[in-house]
């Protein structure tokens, strides 16, 4: 059920339609037990992306993300796109979470992953 989740937001915030009922919907499935472990990283940077780019300032559930992206070499499975749109979405949400952008500054840097980057990307 996470890809459902994922791609609901991901699809509302492509569309842009603005639904604050559904995303405070979607940010309880995001912050329940047992959610964040499943989720893959195509996953945690889409919903990121799709809050940040709603303009729904969800700090519970970017906070939940962040969290799941910092444990166990999770950012290790971002691509490119992944990792730039993780990095925008906080920006544009204005959340600076200081652990998160390291981590994500660090991946960047890991084995000519920057490499990779498209210039839409950079």
Not at 89 to 109: E, F, N, P, S, V
């Amino acid at each position: 059920y996470t890809q459902e989740v994922a791609n609901t937001a991901w699809a509302y915030a492509t569309v842009r339609v603005h639904d604050e009922a559904l995303m405070a919907a979607l940010a309880q499935w995001i912050t329940q037990d047992g959610f964040l472990s499943l989720l893959t990283s195509q996953h945690a940077a889409n919903l990121a992306w799709a809050y940040a780019t709603l303009g729904i300032r969800h700090t519970s559930v970017m906070a939940a993300l962040a969290g799941r992206m910092l444990r166990h070499d999770f950012l290790s499975m971002f691509k490119a796109q992944e990792v730039s749109n993780t990095f925008w979405a906080y920006a544009k949400a204005g959340i600076k979470d200081d652990a998160l952008l390291t981590a994500l500054a660090d991946r960047t840097m890991q084995d000519d992953f920057l490499s990779t980057f498209t210039g839409q990307e950079v």
